[in-house]
């Protein structure tokens, strides 16, 4: 396998984790469109035809998806 897919495979994966653990996050939390705007970014990651550049928007997608995640999950501790 070619380095450059090897890289591009290792990112998917760390995304599609990233991006699971968020919708389950807002799931939990009741907040189901914010989880179905999830899941849409991982229908998305999991399409074959993903160009770099949209793995680029998803990641920038899923790091705003994941700080908000983390602020949800700090409100219902408090």
Same mark, same amino acid.
């Given at each position: 396998m070619n380095p450059d897919d090897v890289c591009r495979l290792m990112r998917?994966?760390?995304?599609?984790s990233?991006?699971? %653990?968020?919708r389950t996050i807002f $799931?939990?939390?009741g907040d189901?469109?914010?989880a179905t705007k999830v899941e849409l970014g991982i229908q998305m990651l999991l399409d074959q035809r993903v160009s770099d550049r949209m793995l680029d928007l998803l990641a920038q997608s899923? %790091?705003? %998806?994941a700080?908000? $995640?983390?602020d949800v999950?700090? $409100?219902e501790r408090d």
């Open positions: 998917r994966r760390g995304l599609l990233s991006l699971k %653990a968020t $799931a939990e939390a189901f469109v914010r899923a %790091a705003v %998806a700080r908000d $995640a983390a999950a700090m $409100a």
